[in-house]
């Protein structure tokens, strides 16, 4: 299986910009995306971006903020987060889908996990 490293995470204040980075132990042709889970709640899915760039996906709560990208070259996603909130505080991960489009369905994703990178928004 693919192995993943998040990094980027720290901790901000309200309406500052940070930007995540998960890199793919190898090349893969499948969407990718990024989740977070906040202490004492189930992991939410945040974003996605099919292999190609023709398909993304994002939660409600992070349309107009937030924005994934890929570079397929380094094997790698990122997730440009703005204007974060205390509510985007959480542990980020990235994942692989088991299919080529970007989807929130979590069934279309693996059921393995990076360690996450950290992400504190103080107000």
């Known amino acids: 299986q693919v192995q993943l490293v998040e990094s980027g995470g720290g901790l901000v204040q309200a309406g500052a910009s940070l930007r995540l980075s998960c890199a793919a132990s190898?090349?893969?042709?499948?969407?990718m995306g990024w989740f977070r889970q906040a202490p004492g709640k189930e992991r939410e899915f945040v974003a996605a971006k099919s292999w190609s760039g023709a398909s993304t996906v994002y939660a409600d709560s992070v349309k107009g903020r937030f924005t994934i990208s890929r570079d397929n070259v380094k094997n790698t996603v990122y997730l440009q987060m703005n204007s974060l909130k205390p509510e985007d505080t959480a542990l980020y991960y990235c994942?692989?889908?088991?299919?080529?489009?970007?989807?929130?369905?979590?069934?279309?994703?693996?059921?393995?996990w990076g360690q996450g990178t950290q992400v504190t928004v103080s107000s």
């Open positions: 994942n692989v889908a088991k299919g080529t489009t970007a989807t929130m369905d979590s069934a279309n994703w693996r059921d393995y």
């Open positions: 190898r090349r893969t042709l499948y969407a």
